[in-house]
């Protein structure tokens, strides 16, 4: 009898259900989207209820042709570093304050200036943040102190909905490291930290690792998911956490780099790391007893559309008249994305304004004729952690073409992650990595990221299923239809291999030397208020 298992992807545009059988096989999926509310230039919320109406009528949709009984459990991927006020039952108090709300300045500035900068990041793997979760409960009971009152306990975002579907306050090592309370050393709440923080520890959710079963379905979910009460469900991890699963990167030393929207190089270790420029951010693994440190870049993919939304118009219109428009007819609402991501009615199949760019790309030589991009469209995480920093194009001269400006932006992003890579390799010298994301689609984008980066490149079959494929691998060892993590093999393979050209060694060589002088000059620029 096949058995199956659910991987929920709760992201920030949409929750992505899945269907696995315990064989590896992807059966189904669909992606139902929901809002992000962008106000006051730096709050960003989301409504907690559209993250279950989306879980509920995903799973509906993806187990139409399945019997309920042959779910043998139910696991997460999510966003991370949220913050949802609930009651004792689990209702949500107020909107959820999610990654990209960095309205808690002040607060973070207070454990600064209480617990100090370096022992939170030692403590925590992580620098002290508006973004974090403990900062945005400390906003909370700052600013809407009844809230606060009320609060039973604070859930980060796949918790909201464990709860919903079990009854049960919990989250996972991974989700917790990412609050800025969690010592990473003991995996557990941090005492210190919380002092510090005046925040009551009995507002925190139960820690379990990610592949604990925390119970089953309450009759009303499982009739809400179109699932029996026998569907385990088990806790799962952060999405970040999950991507490393999702490459394959389980033991010591493997890394991986994650290229989408932002783009990230990490890994597997058996101990934590943390570098001595603290380029990197250190969290706790979804595989129990192991870290995954993290260099995090902003604007990897979204700079590649940026420069295709101002720039490549033409390129844009002529994709349009090359892809042939067709019907997918699927079950569900107009609104849902089925099977391999496509909405529902007209959709188009084609040549993309990213295969066009890339052909352009072609055109201009390694180095851009040495023009250089500065990818901080959106500030920059790692490797700078300036808020900041803007985006720039350097040494701009009369021969410059479309084509250069393309492949300058390409260039530009691989160039900071070799930064991250540099201080990855703290740990011990990387020779080749995993590539996955969406981004990692491309071959030109994977060729200029050996070339740049120095290392071979091994682009995975399903480069934008590795965090949904992770929550299944978490679902299965959990009830123990796997023996351990090693069952990853079965789910994803490397499809193609992308060596890096010595010929082009010295020119990116002088490339890195003229990125990294231009971030320094600009430096004392990014400190005035360029805004009109």
Request: charge should be negative.
């Amino acid at each position: 009898m096949i058995q199956y298992l659910i991987a929920h992807d709760l992201g920030t545009s949409g929750d992505k259900a899945s269907l696995f059988s315990t064989e590896g096989e992807l059966v189904a999926s669909c992606t139902v989207p929901y809002e992000v509310h962008f106000f006051h230039d730096n709050y960003a919320e989301q409504n907690p209820r559209d993250w279950w109406e989306a879980v509920c009528r995903a799973t509906r949709e993806i187990t139409r042709s399945i019997a309920a009984e042959d779910v043998l459990a139910l696991s997460f991927s999510s966003q991370m570093q949220a913050c949802i006020a609930v009651d004792k039952q689990g209702n949500a108090l107020r909107p959820a304050m999610i990654w990209a709300d960095m309205r808690a300045q002040e607060q973070a500035e207070h454990l600064i200036g209480t617990v100090g900068f370096d022992r939170m990041y030692e403590i925590n793997g992580h620098r002290p943040s508006a973004s974090y979760s403990i900062e945005k409960l400390m906003w909370i009971r700052d600013h809407e102190p009844e809230i606060y009152e009320k609060t039973y306990k604070m859930l980060l975002a796949k918790d909201y909905i464990i709860c919903r579907l079990t009854g049960e306050f919990v989250t996972d090592e991974s989700e917790a490291s990412g609050t800025d309370a969690f010592d990473l050393q003991n995996r557990t709440w941090s005492e210190e930290v919380l002092k510090a923080s005046g925040i009551d520890p009995g507002k925190l959710p139960r820690i379990h690792a990610s592949t604990d079963v925390v119970g089953s379905l309450c009759a009303d979910a499982a009739s809400a998911m179109g699932l029996t009460s026998r569907t385990a469900i088990v806790c799962g991890g952060g999405d970040g956490p999950c991507s490393a699963l999702g490459a394959g990167s389980i033991a010591d030393g493997q890394m991986f780099l994650s290229y989408g929207t932002s783009a990230w190089i990490a890994g597997t270790a058996d101990e934590v790391f943390m570098d001595s420029r603290k380029s990197l951010i250190c969290f706790a693994h979804v595989i129990p007893g192991k870290c995954m440190p993290c260099g995090t870049m902003q604007s990897a993919g979204s700079s590649y559309a940026y420069i295709k939304k101002v720039l490549c118009q033409e390129e844009i219109a002529l994709s349009h008249r090359l892809s042939a428009p067709i019907d997918i007819t699927c079950a569900g609402d107009q609104s849902s994305l089925c099977d391999n991501g496509i909405s529902q009615g007209a959709a188009s199949e084609g040549v993309s304004a990213y295969d066009l760019m890339n052909e352009l790309v072609l055109k201009s030589p390694p180095g851009a004729k040495g023009l250089i991009f500065l990818p901080y469209l959106l500030g920059e995480r790692s490797p700078r952690w300036n808020p900041d920093t803007s985006g720039s194009f350097l040494g701009i001269r009369t021969e410059h073409e479309k084509c250069d400006y393309i492949r300058a932006v390409l260039e530009g992003v691989a160039m900071n992650l070799a930064i991250i890579m540099q201080a990855q390799s703290e740990r011990g010298e990387i020779r080749e990595l995993v590539l996955t994301g969406g981004g990692a689609r491309g071959d030109v984008p994977a060729q200029i990221l050996a070339d740049v980066l120095g290392v071979p490149l091994h682009r995975l079959d399903h480069v934008e299923t590795s965090t949904s494929v992770a929550a299944a691998v978490i679902a299965g060892v959990g009830v123990g239809a796997f023996p351990d993590f090693s069952v990853v093999g079965k789910f994803v393979r490397r499809e193609k291999t992308f060596w890096p050209d010595e010929a082009y060694c010295e020119v990116y060589d002088r490339q890195k030397q003229l990125f990294e002088k231009g971030y320094e000059c600009l430096r004392a620029y990014y400190e005035m208020d360029t805004r009109l």
